[in-house]
């Protein structure tokens, strides 16, 4: 009788262990996306996540999920100052070829993101001693190195990223302080030497929760369009939240397009916990408000004119990967994926406002 058991045991498990393959029915926690459909098919615009190179390399669901879904792609954090270069004479292009080369297995658009921003500074720049010939030295070869390393590789750069102050006036960063105001107009000059045809962007937050900033931006732009510096596009990065008014958000996306610039709304998230609630719990409400508030973003960026649609880009892929939870300490939902790879009622907000 025992031996009888552990026979009918051992078959049972064999054929368990088959089913595994077969995949007929996910359990219930599987991603049931079906292959038909996908953001970058069903989006009449280039579509992108910013994508965090540890997991597209260890975690193959967000590596398989990536590649179906988005036709663009901008890394989180490895083509920023202080990831490529470390040191005044250290590059270390490992992550962000990696990308670049990925994005050219599966025929994606690399974004790139950012050249000169206050943050991601190396302690080599924040220590370093120079006179402004120096420093713009130092600015103009960060720059140059970066893009002529990608160039004909990546289409698009934030050459420039949140250099404004939410009340309008310039931000005091480290290059503000060193080189003055006019800094941006040659960063901008500097990345067009090195690759003339890649389109060059400014990057900021704020344009839907402040007139006041997005006025400033939009004014600073249309000045170095008509001064000919080589600008092409203003990326919004739209790290918003469910009870934004879409009033607000319509007058952020429908100003940017007044520049005349390619617009990218750069770094999209939809917070959904912007009060820090820590046992708020994500019910089918707050769901089906953040579809709505998603599938606005993307109807009022399909009525731009269809020649500045840069594209729309998540910042992150999943909730469990977002930088929010991380950042401010709280649970939050803010991606079109929740942290099972499965599509969330935002994911068919954003097909909807594609209709
Ligand atoms: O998501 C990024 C996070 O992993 C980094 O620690 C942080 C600092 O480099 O930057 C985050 O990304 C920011 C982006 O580069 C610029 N706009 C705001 C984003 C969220 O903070």
Same mark, same amino acid.
């Given at each position: 009788?025992?031996?009888?058991?552990?026979?009918?045991?051992?078959?049972?498990?064999?054929?368990?262990?088959?089913?595994?393959?077969?995949?007929?029915?996910?359990?219930?926690?599987?991603?049931?996306?079906?292959?038909?459909?996908?953001?970058?098919?069903?989006?009449?615009?280039?579509?992108?996540?910013?994508?965090?190179?540890?997991?597209?390399?260890?975690?193959?669901?967000?590596?398989?999920?990536?590649?179906?879904?988005?036709?663009?792609?901008?890394?989180?954090?490895?083509?920023?100052?202080?990831?490529?270069?470390?040191?005044?004479?250290?590059?270390?292009?490992?992550?962000?070829?990696?990308?670049?080369?990925?994005?050219?297995?599966?025929?994606?658009?690399?974004?790139?993101?950012?050249?000169?921003?206050?943050?991601?500074?190396?302690?080599?720049?924040?220590?370093?001693?120079?006179?402004?010939?120096?420093?713009?030295?130092?600015?103009?070869?960060?720059?140059?190195?970066?893009?002529?390393?990608?160039?004909?590789?990546?289409?698009?750069?934030?050459?420039?990223?949140?250099?404004?102050?939410?009340?309008?006036?310039?931000?005091?960063?480290?290059?503000?302080?060193?080189?003055?105001?006019?800094?941006?107009?040659?960063?901008?000059?500097?990345?067009?030497?090195?690759?003339?045809?890649?389109?060059?962007?400014?990057?900021?937050?704020?344009?839907?929760?402040? #007139?006041?900033?997005?006025? +400033?931006?939009?004014? &600073? /732009? !249309?000045?170095?369009?008509?001064?000919? =510096?080589?600008?092409?596009?203003?990326?919004?990065?739209?790290?918003?939240?469910?009870?934004?008014?879409?009033?607000?958000?319509?007058? #952020?996306?429908?100003?940017? +397009?007044?520049?005349? &610039? /390619? !617009?990218?709304?750069?770094?999209?998230? =939809?917070a959904m916990n912007p009060d820090n609630v820590?046992?708020l719990?994500?019910?089918?409400?707050?769901?089906?408000?953040?579809?709505?508030?998603?599938?606005?973003?993307?109807?009022?960026?399909?009525?731009?004119?269809?020649?500045?649609?840069?594209?729309?880009?998540?910042?992150?892929?999943?909730?469990?990967?977002?930088?929010?939870?991380?950042?401010y300490?709280r649970p939050d939902w803010?991606?079109?994926?929740?942290?099972?790879?499965?599509?969330?009622?935002?994911?068919?907000?954003?097909?909807?406002?594609?209709?």
């Amino acid at each position: 009788m025992k031996y009888l058991i552990v026979l009918v045991a051992g078959i049972l498990l064999v054929a368990v262990g088959c089913k595994k393959n077969d995949t007929i029915a996910p359990p219930p926690t599987q991603p049931v996306n079906p292959a038909d459909t996908s953001l970058q098919k069903m989006l009449p615009f280039k579509v992108g996540a910013a994508v965090n190179v540890n997991l597209m390399q260890n975690n193959t669901r967000y590596n398989n999920l990536v590649k179906a879904e988005f036709n663009s792609i901008t890394a989180e954090n490895a083509m920023k100052f202080g990831t490529l270069h470390p040191g005044q004479f250290t590059y270390n292009w490992t992550q962000a070829d990696y990308l670049v080369s990925f994005a050219q297995a599966n025929n994606k658009r690399v974004h790139g993101h950012t050249l000169i921003w206050h943050q991601s500074i190396p302690d080599w720049v924040t220590n370093f001693a120079g006179d402004s010939t120096a420093w713009e030295n130092l600015m103009k070869t960060h720059i140059q190195t970066v893009v002529t390393h990608y160039k004909g590789k990546v289409t698009s750069w934030d050459v420039v990223n949140e250099a404004l102050n939410d009340d309008g006036t310039m931000r005091n960063s480290i290059w503000r302080q060193k080189l003055g105001d006019d800094y941006i107009a040659r960063c901008f000059q500097y990345a067009h030497q090195a690759d003339p045809t890649a389109l060059l962007f400014y990057n900021d937050y704020g344009h839907e929760y402040s #007139a006041t900033k997005r006025t +400033a931006i939009n004014n &600073l /732009l !249309v000045s170095l369009k008509n001064r000919n =510096i080589p600008i092409h596009g203003t990326g919004m990065q739209f790290h918003t939240r469910y009870n934004q008014t879409d009033a607000n958000i319509a007058a #952020a996306i429908n100003t940017a +397009a007044a520049t005349g &610039l /390619l !617009v990218h709304v750069s770094e999209l998230d =939809i917070a959904m916990n912007p009060d820090n609630v820590q046992g708020l719990v994500f019910t089918a409400t707050l769901a089906e408000q953040q579809a709505a508030k998603y599938k606005f973003v993307v109807r009022t960026f399909k009525n731009i004119p269809q020649a500045q649609q840069f594209g729309i880009t998540t910042w992150n892929v999943t909730d469990g990967d977002s930088w929010i939870p991380t950042q401010y300490n709280r649970p939050d939902w803010p991606l079109p994926f929740d942290r099972n790879y499965a599509r969330k009622p935002a994911y068919y907000g954003m097909l909807e406002g594609a209709k």
